[in-house]
C-alpha cells in the first residue's frame, strides 16, 4: 500500500490569491490593469477629530517605489515590493510572500483637505494624514430696517 502525502495550503494558498486578484480594483472596474496588480496591502482607516489616518501594511518595500497620488477626490497608493530569487535550490520549501506591484485606491470625503496630505513610511508601515478642512458655520444675518 502507497501512501500519499495530502497538504491541503497549497491549493488553499493559491485559492485565496485568485481570490484577492478578483477583488482588485481592476476586477471591480475601478482603474489598473489586473495583469499589473500582484497583490493588495492591508490598510486600516481611522477618523479623528482633526484627521484622517490610514496605515498600510507594506514591509520589505523600499519608500523610493510606493506612489501615493490625489486626483478628482480619489487617493491612490501604488508601488513595488521586490523579493530576491526564490529557488528550489536555495533551500526555500515555501513560499508565502507576494512580490511585485500593488495597488488601493480610496475615495475620500468631502471634508477632506486633499490639499494638506502627508505620507511617512517606517517599519514597514505606511501612515498617510489626511486633515479635515474647517467646517463652514452657518452664519445668521441680521436684517435691519430701512
Do not use: C
Not at 497538504?7 to 481592476?26: A, G, K, Q, V
Not at 501615493?68 to 528550489?88: A, F, N, Q
Amino acid at each position: 500500500m502507497t501512501l500519499i502525502r495530502y497538504e491541503p495550503w497549497s491549493l488553499m494558498n493559491r485559492l485565496h490569491r485568485d481570490l484577492d486578484r478578483l477583488m482588485t480594483p481592476s476586477a471591480l472596474g475601478e482603474g489598473t490593469p489586473s495583469s499589473v496588480v500582484d497583490w493588495a496591502p492591508t490598510v486600516d482607516i481611522r477618523e479623528e477629530e482633526k484627521q484622517f489616518v490610514l496605515h498600510a501594511d507594506l514591509p520589505g518595500v523600499d519608500p523610493k517605489n510606493i506612489d501615493v497620488s490625489l486626483e478628482k477626490g480619489d487617493l491612490t497608493i501604488r508601488g513595488r515590493r521586490e523579493l530576491t530569487g526564490r529557488d528550489e535550490k536555495d533551500g526555500f520549501r515555501r513560499v508565502e510572500r507576494v512580490s511585485g506591484e500593488f495597488y488601493r485606491r480610496f475615495s475620500l470625503p468631502d471634508t477632506a483637505d486633499s490639499h494638506a496630505v502627508k505620507a511617512r513610511h517606517a517599519n514597514g508601515v505606511l501612515e498617510v494624514t489626511i486633515p479635515k478642512q474647517a467646517q463652514v458655520l452657518p452664519r445668521r444675518v441680521t436684517v435691519e430696517a430701512a
